[in-house]
């Protein structure tokens, strides 16, 4: 295949790896520069907020989906789980203590994925099946509790949701992107500092090494299905306390958008490289669009899905380009 | 075939459950020169995923998978539909005819593409069809400019909701279809051509085999199929819902593909494994409703049954569960061999 | 000399049908090279697999260190001290050098990983193989050649006291090989004991102290380098074929035919050659294994790209794009790689030997089920298929029937070239016999075959002339007259075509 060769590094001692990272942020900022431009009262700090605030469950549930992917797996069930989980909140929340039901909501996401965890790397299924199983599972029992949202009116619930931080004059964030940047936070001191987060950039990038080199495989792998289950959990939490309700068509087709924020983030998804820095800036390239989009008017939201088919196209034809020049100079 | 003898199975149980709890379900009726039944409905209904999964039997065989199919249904429907919706009159059958063309060769282009992604570029199937899964929900959207397109056209209304011959059309269309692809693939070479690149790649290149353009074929077939089922099921309402219309469809043609015995490793394939699998796939949604458990439970026994058919296909699963006492074989694949696939 | 670290007594290891290891000894010195020797299925890489654990021993006994051991897999092996560096190298590429060294028992501060500490330390010990390069690069940035030494540097670190280096130098070049060559003396210095495994017989004599050689599963024996002669080294690695096969004919007369192929300074993943073969001819290829035999092949077959020379086929001049090309000019190829390269398993014998004949015809013209059904009872009967059931999956046949069936896969095309590349590796004797045989009258009908076969024997009773390689390069091309004896051809292997 015709190529071109990618400069073995960057200037500035950049490796070969962050370019994609890069590339994504130099997008989000050309959007940024670009609406700001061309529509007033754009370019401001509460924008940029206001995308965290509006994705906050999103970014959650991407932080889970990297991992996955980083060992070179899907989890197609996500959205189903944040959906199972605002519903079970909400049937359980007139009852129960909110705390219980959070940690309950919380054991129930970690529950699930640790079992198909279990189930890809013992039985030898491909992910995307049983995570398929897995989506099909958490839809089919949020339609067992109820078809119909259901309205969530616990005081705690709706005290977080009502809350307002004020960051400065002007700006404001909400209680959830605090609760999401601390996982972003975890999760990235996880990859990066403990020996979980090393092992998973070593599954993900040659499975039969990692065996061979006494990494401890099938654990990693569970691990990281159980922290993406853990994550949709909590994506779930932050989604109630954005609607403020439970519903079975929640989150309908989110695996795609976490998917797409990390791919768009420069995660291959072959697994072995990516950074949760990358997968921050695809979730807000992804909301900024809608915002641009909302901006233009005349520009219907059905373009978001469109731009965003696009952006992947561009970044695995990138990721293509960058794995093929590495491994022609390795031959 | 043995190998079709438990999905067969599978379904004679389904319409069993059936019998106990509905009356008159096996019976056909002819009202008006039409047949009725609760199986003619079955067929009618489950029509447009039958034809999706027979084109994802051909993509799974080639050690592919294509999940745009829904929403290439999406596309096809809603450009069949505009095209219409613009013609002076919309009983015109030249006028159908042509609409009908343009959709189905914007999804043959579609599928085109996504061939050439997986057989030229590299890319793995999966994430080469995530690309279109994602954009083309906007893209059939963009043509339906975000409304319901509603149309009131005898001849379209034909293809989802007539009947020729006292058949459903939808019937005629999906054995016209599944007669070609036998055809072709049984009959001509192409099937074994197909088996044989998704069975082993590299030995079919040294054999000789065009892969590329084959693959490409393959795609474009698949999409073709989506585009058909598309037609019918914009047809059967008389509208394009470019939102709703196929979705999630591709989940379950995998699914119907999965229970009909094609291997997601590629290879062997059966078409009549696939239509049993759909047929199963559509009578538990109609066993679901008539036996009067909630219509919402379906998902969990979706869940149920691709689990156990998984589990059931997994080496890895047959050994340790019906681990016998036998001395284990001598690995076939020395340790050192697999890793040189990945780079 | 000093007591052995390791010491393996009377191995023997079994597979279905075949015995792959046989009462083998073998014992291993510490601070010295030791080689291991031996064509395919020699049994070296169960010898191997048996040390390190991968498979388990029928019998004998593994000592190491005077323990007596048993390893449940490479992982157990690595602890107890034995590592194993193998050509495509098991490590994580997207990783940095640094945590390939350390992965899995990192550095820690406080509970997190000190990346400082980890560099620093890599560095160290890089710097003691004379390796200073960049550690916080992933390794994929460097080359294959520095990639082997880190996975070296990662078993040093761990405590290896022996270190087996299987295959470790065939995709290197010249002056890695000499970086290479320097560790393993300095990891020598340092007492480790190493299991080296190459096919280039310079190599084995620049850096092995001494060697093992194994053929068919059995031990040969054990000698010190500098006193075993190539040619007699060749000469234990091949053996002599015995009065096993019945004798064919006298040596054929050589051809004066029109010529077929010509292929002047084509070269790739060979040194450049030229090489011509004429209608009707058998050309034998001589060479150990590794020697760029099958590279030869796969560029007369377009299964490669040739990145020098010229090819004329029938006086045109060609270039194979694709196997697909090569065969419209009348050229087969039946690859002694028949797992990946041959078979499609899930295909029945019937399916498997039309497969190469639809796909010159192509989709639409199928081969009439008829014709199919003559074709395949034809070829059946001729090579005498066992079983004789065409709807059988080929999974299910034996090596040896496999073999056929693909052999008459490209039989149905009617070649006019037809290339075999260790048509007889690991079949029983008759088969081997008939397919003798068979290439004998196919010459006679005036097809050209390239014959490669690691068995001298075989190569001389068959081919009109011979051409010799050695460490991927076309030494000597030898007219198969009365003075060709294997002796000869060992000759010029081991000493490279120079006399």
Redesign the interface.
């Known amino acids: 295949m015709k190529t071109l060769a990618l400069p073995r590094q960057l200037p500035g001692r950049l490796p070969r790896n962050y370019l994609p990272v890069l590339v994504t942020g130099a997008l989000f900022i050309a959007m940024f520069t670009a609406g700001g431009i061309r529509y007033e009262g754009f370019a401001t700090g509460q924008i940029i907020l206001n995308v965290f605030i509006d994705n906050a469950f999103l970014l959650v549930v991407a932080v889970g989906m990297t991992f996955v992917i980083l060992t070179g797996g899907i989890d197609l069930s996500v959205g189903s789980v944040v959906a199972l989980t605002t519903m079970i909140a909400a049937s359980l929340l007139p009852s129960t203590p909110s705390f219980l039901v959070i940690l309950l909501v919380l054991a129930i996401g970690g529950v699930l994925g640790a079992a198909m965890g279990a189930i890809i790397h013992y039985f030898e299924i491909q992910p995307f099946i049983v995570t398929l199983a897995g989506m099909f599972l958490a839809r089919g029992l949020c339609y067992t509790i109820g078809t119909d949202s259901i309205p969530i009116t616990d005081p705690t619930f709706t005290a977080i949701a009502q809350t307002r931080i004020d960051l400065a004059p002007e700006l404001w964030i909400s209680p959830t992107v605090l609760i999401a940047l601390a996982v972003v936070l975890v999760a990235t001191y996880t990859l990066h500092y403990t020996r979980l987060g090393r092992n998973v950039y070593a599954v993900g990038g040659n499975e039969q090494s990692a065996l061979l080199m006494g990494l401890p495989v099938a654990r990693t792998k569970i691990a990281v299905y159980t922290v993406s289950g853990l994550c949709s959990a909590l994506g779930g939490l932050l989604l109630s306390f954005y609607m403020l309700s439970g519903y079975g068509l929640h989150a309908v087709g989110m695996e795609l958008d976490a998917i797409a924020a990390v791919v768009i983030g420069g995660t291959l998804l072959t697994g072995g490289s990516g950074y949760l820095l990358g997968t921050v800036l695809g979730v807000l390239v992804l909301g900024l669009i809608q915002t641009v989009i909302s901006f233009e008017g005349t520009l219907s939201s059905w373009w978001t899905k469109i731009v965003i088919g696009l952006l992947l196209l561009v970044f695995i034809l990138l990721q293509r380009l960058i794995v093929t020049t590495g491994v022609s100079r390795e031959r | 075939m043995k190998r079709l003898a438990w999905p067969a199975g599978i379904l004679a149980a389904l319409l069993l459950v059936n019998l106990i709890f509905t009356d008159h379900f096996f019976q056909i009726e002819i009202k008006e020169g039409h047949l009725y039944g609760s199986l003619i409905d079955i067929f009618r209904f489950g029509a447009p995923l039958i034809l999706v999964a027979l084109g994802m039997t051909l993509v799974i065989a080639t050690k592919g998978i294509d999940l745009s199919v829904g929403s290439v249904v999406a596309i096809s429907g809603a450009m069949a539909c505009l095209q219409i919706s613009t013609l002076p009159s919309q009983d015109s059958i030249g006028g159908v005819l042509g609409a009908i063309g343009v959709a189905l060769a914007l999804a043959v282009a579609l599928g085109v593409g996504n061939g050439f992604l997986v057989a030229i570029v590299g890319i793995q199937p999966i994430i080469a069809t995530l690309i279109l899964m994602v954009a083309g929900r906007g893209l059939a959207q963009l043509i339906t400019d975000g409304q319901i397109i509603t149309i009131n056209s005898d001849p379209y209304k034909l293809i989802g909701g007539g009947y020729w011959l006292t058949l459903p059309f939808g019937i005629i269309i999906v054995a016209v279809v599944l007669a070609l692809i036998a055809f072709v693939t049984r009959r001509l070479a192409l099937g074994l051509l197909i088996e044989s690149v998704g069975g082993n790649a590299e030995a079919s290149r040294l054999s000789g085999i065009r892969s590329h353009g084959l693959l490409i074929v393959v795609y474009a077939f698949c999409a073709l199929c989506a585009g058909i089922a598309g037609l019918m099921i914009s047809s059967n309402v008389s509208s394009a819902d470019g939102n709703n219309a196929g979705l999630w469809i591709e989940l379950d043609a995998i699914l119907a593909v999965v229970i009909g015995g094609t291997s997601l490793a590629g290879g062997r394939f059966s078409l009549g494994g696939t239509v049993l699998g759909a047929l199963i796939i559509q009578t538990l949604t109609t066993t679901i409703y008539s036996i009067g458990v909630p219509p919402e439970t379906t998902l969990l026994f979706k869940a149920l049954v691709v689990t156990i058919v998984c589990l059931l296909q997994s080496p890895a699963f047959r050994a340790k569960v019906f681990r016998s006492r036998r001395k284990p074989a001598p690995p076939t694949v020395p340790a050192g061999e697999k890793v040189t696939v990945r780079t | 000399m000093a007591e052995a670290i390791l010491r393996m007594t009377g191995i023997g290891k079994e597979?279905?049908g075949v015995r792959a290891l046989d009462g083998v000894d073998f014992r291993l010195l510490p601070g010295e090279v030791h080689a291991l020797m031996g064509e395919n299925g020699a049994g070296k890489?169960t010898l191997i697999?048996v040390l390190t654990g991968?498979?388990s021993i029928d019998s004998g006994e593994i000592e190491l260190a005077g323990n007596r051991v048993a390893f449940a897999g490479?992982?157990e092996a690595?602890?107890a001290g034995i590592s194993t560096v193998?050509?495509?190298v098991?490590?994580?590429?997207?990783?940095s050098v640094a945590?390939n060294v350390f992965?899995?028992r990192?550095p820690r501060k406080f509970?997190?990983?000190d990346w400082r500490e980890m560099r620093r330390r890599t560095s160290d010990l890089l710097r003691q193989l004379d390796l200073p390069i960049d550690v916080a690069?992933?390794l994929?940035?460097y080359?294959?050649a520095i990639q082997q030494m880190v996975a070296i540097a990662?078993a040093i670190d761990i405590d290896a006291r022996v270190l087996i280096l299987?295959e470790p130098t065939s995709s290197l070049d010249a002056g890695e090989v000499a970086q290479l060559f320097r560790v393993m003396r300095r990891l020598k210095e340092q007492g480790i004991a190493i299991l080296f495994v190459s096919h280039f017989l310079d190599q084995i004599y620049e850096i092995a102290d001494r060697m093992t050689i194994l053929r068919n599963g059995r031990l040969v024996g054990e000698y010190v380098t500098a006193e075993l002669p190539q040619v007699e080294l060749v000469g234990k690695m091949i053996g002599r074929e015995l009065a096993e096969l019945e004798r064919l004919d006298e040596r054929p007369p050589a051809r004066t035919s029109d010529t077929l192929v010509e292929a002047s300074e084509l070269g790739g993943r060979v040194a450049p050659f030229s090489l011509t073969i004429r209608e009707g001819e058998v050309v034998g290829l001589a060479g150990l294994l590794g020697s760029g035999r099958t590279e030869i092949a796969r560029l007369l077959?377009g299964?490669d790209h040739a990145a020098t020379g010229t090819l004329r086929i029938g006086g045109d001049q060609v270039t194979l794009r694709?196997?697909?090309a090569a065969?419209a000019r009348g050229v087969a190829?039946c690859?002694e790689n028949r797992?990946?390269?041959?078979?499609?398993?899930?295909?029945t014998v019937r399916?498997n030997l039309i497969?190469?004949l639809?796909?010159?015809?192509?989709?639409?013209?199928?081969?009439p089920r008829k014709k199919q059904d003559e074709l395949v009872a034809k070829y059946i009967k001729a090579l005498n298929i066992r079983p004789d059931n065409p709807e059988m999956l080929i999974r299910n046949l034996s090596g040896g029937n496999q073999q056929k069936v693909l052999l008459a896969?490209w039989l149905i095309l009617e070649p006019r070239l037809l290339i075999l590349d260790e048509p007889t590796r690991g079949i029983d004797v008759g088969a081997k016999a008939e397919i003798q045989k068979l290439v004998v009258e196919l010459s006679d009908g005036g097809m050209a075959v390239l014959f490669i076969s690691a068995e001298l024997d075989e190569v001389l009773r068959l081919s009109h002339k011979v051409a010799v390689l050695r460490d991927r390069r076309l030494v000597a091309e030898l007219p198969n007259d009365d003075t060709l004896t294997t002796d000869v051809l060992m000759e010029t292997i081991a000493s490279g075509g120079a006399k």
């Not at chain 3, 098991?90 to 990783?95: A, E, F, I, P, Y």
């Not at chain 3, 797992?339 to 295909?347: A, F, Q």
């Not at chain 3, 639809?358 to 081969?367: C, E, I, K, N, T």
């Open positions: 597979f279905p890489s697999k991968v498979y490479p992982l690595q602890k193998y050509q495509e098991n490590l994580c590429r997207n990783l945590e992965i899995g990192e509970g997190r990983i690069k992933p994929s940035h080359s294959l990662r299987d077959f299964a694709t196997p697909r065969m190829f690859s797992r990946e390269e041959g078979l499609v398993p899930e295909l399916e497969l190469a639809q796909a010159r015809r192509g989709w639409s013209r199928p081969v896969r």
